[in-house]
Every structure is written in C-alpha cells, then in structure tokens.
C-alpha cells in the first residue's frame, strides 16, 4: 500500500482514516475523477473535520492546493465552490468515526 498523504491537504503526515464510500466526482476536470473509498485526514484536517469547522477545512485545501499549483490561483473563487462541494459528498459519504492509524 502506497504511503498515503492527507486527502484534504495533501500532507503526508497522516494520522487517521475515514471510512468512507467510493463515489465519482470532479474538483477540477482531470484532477480527480472518483473518490474511491476512504480517506486519510491529519491531525490539523482531523482536528477540523472533528469540531465541524468546515468551512476552515475549505479554505485549507484551497490553500495548500494553490501552494502547489500556483497557475491555478486566477481560478481561485471556482475552486473554493468545487472543493466545497467535494467535502459535502465527503459528509455525505462518511460511513462511520476516524480510525488512528498514528
Ligand atoms: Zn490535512
């Protein structure tokens, strides 16, 4: 099993797993197509996802995805939506409490 990175911010120090359904959606065309089972969170998303602070948890996947792909910030306001979207199915799909995997 490949080591996995924060499915929120793409971290690699996760700690904890969210079991969760696959389901097909789209951030942004190309870059994710279908959210295939669970997803891996650290301890700062973890922490967010556990206080239902989601909306902070928004803004740091927009943050850190825009670190990463800087040519994207023109499309910034879109990306929030999508990402947003995208967490609502996360809800949506969730089946079940994080499992530590620390
Ligand atoms: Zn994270």
């Known amino acids: 099993m490949p080591k996995p990175i924060c499915d ?3 971290s690699p120090d996760v700690a904890f ?3 969760a359904r696959t389901f097909a959606a789209y951030v942004f065309d190309g870059i994710v197509g279908e959210s295939v089972g669970d997803w891996a ?3 700062t998303c973890h922490e ?3 206080s239902d602070r989601q909306a902070d948890l928004v803004e ?3 943050v850190t995805l825009l670190e990463r792909q800087p040519e994207m910030k023109c499309a910034a306001v ?3 939506d999508r990402i947003r979207s995208f967490h609502v199915m996360f809800f949506c799909n969730r089946e079940g409490s994080a499992m530590s995997i620390a």
């Open 78 to 80: 879109e990306l929030r």
């Open 17 to 19: 797993v969210y079991p």
């Open 48 to 50: 967010l996802i556990e």
């Open 60 to 62: 740091r996947s927009l």
């Open 41 to 43: 969170a650290c301890p």
């Open 8 to 10: 929120f911010c793409s």
